[in-house]
């Protein structure tokens, strides 16, 4: 199975932009659904962006719709998410995730649906 390595992380400005990187090795990339989390302190751990491995559909959390996309490179086994418009509540300890190879669910917002995950990279955005 894959290993994943996030990078990109920093401090920035409100309305200012970060591009955070998720680098995964081990075989077979392409199969694996991908998704970005975040989880701010005192929160729960909550949805970002996913994207899926058959088609490469993405879907996104209605707090991030518009200034947030989200893409990968099989060819590099690398997922990305660049951050736009960037907010004080934007800030949180973003995780890349990957659910099991060629899964088969339509379900790709709950946690409990990937199975390996990144240590995580802090984005803070200061007012």
């Known amino acids: 199975q894959v290993q994943l390595v996030e990078s990109g992380g920093g401090l920035v400005q409100a309305g200012g932009s970060l591009r955070l990187s998720c680098a995964a090795s081990?075989?077979?990339?392409?199969?694996?659904?991908m998704g970005w989390f975040r989880q701010a302190p005192g929160k729960e751990r909550e949805f970002v962006v996913s994207?899926?491995?058959?088609?490469?559909?993405?879907y996104y959390a209605d707090s991030v719709k518009g200034r947030f996309t989200g893409s990968r490179d099989n060819a590099k086994n690398t997922m990305y998410l660049q951050m736009n418009s960037l907010k004080p509540e934007d800030t949180a300890v973003y995780y890349c995730?990957?659910?099991?190879?060629?899964?088969?669910?339509?379900?790709?917002?709950?946690?409990?649906?990937?199975?390996?995950w990144g240590q995580g990279t802090q984005v803070t955005v200061s007012s």
């Open positions: 081990g075989r077979f990339f392409s199969s694996y659904g």
């Open positions: 994207i899926s491995w058959r088609a490469g559909s993405e």
């Open positions: 995730a990957a659910t099991s190879p060629w899964y088969s669910g339509s379900d790709y917002t709950s946690s409990s649906v990937y199975d390996i």
